[in-house]
Nanobody, 126 residues
Framework: QAQLVESGGGSVQAGGSLILSCALS????????RAWARQAPGKEREVVAAIAYRGSPKYIMDSVKDRFTVSQNDTGHSMFLQMTSLKPDDTAMYYC???????????????????WGQGTQVTVSS
């Protein structure tokens, strides 16, 4: 059964840190790219970071590039999002995603990914 399972979310104060994990198994594991996206209440989902199956290249959204780092383990079965200096604006549901489809790849586009996890909530208080 194809699965992406996120973990590591929680509630932190501004300035704090969290590390999100995504366990990939089944068909999504074979995806060419995997990504982290987030969706705040009332806002559209946005892709925060992406990483190729082989670990490179990596992409990160400009507004978080100095604070967030995307990585994965050697097997590619786990992906991580290390988040530091968290701000209240980072509050959102965070999702991991995998791309197994072909065609032109635009890492920032939500529709570039065809498998999604259920999400893990990150809440940052001021």
């Amino acid at each position: 059964q194809a699965q992406l399972v996120e973990s590591g979310g929680g509630s932190v104060q501004a300035g704090g840190s969290l590390i999100l994990s995504c366990a990939l198994s089944g068909y999504p594991y074979q995806g060419s790219y995997r990504a982290w996206a987030r969706q705040a209440p009332g806002k559209e989902r946005e892709v925060v970071a992406a990483i190729a199956y082989r670990g490179s290249p990596k992409y990160i959204m400009d507004s978080v590039k100095d604070r967030f780092t995307v990585s994965q383990n050697d097997t590619g079965h786990s992906m991580f999002l290390q988040m530091t200096s968290l701000k209240p604006d980072d509050t959102a549901m965070y999702y991991c995603a995998s791309r197994t489809i072909g065609g032109l790849y635009e890492w920032r586009k939500v529709e570039a990914y065809n498998f999604w996890g259920q999400g893990t909530q990150v809440t940052v208080s001021s």
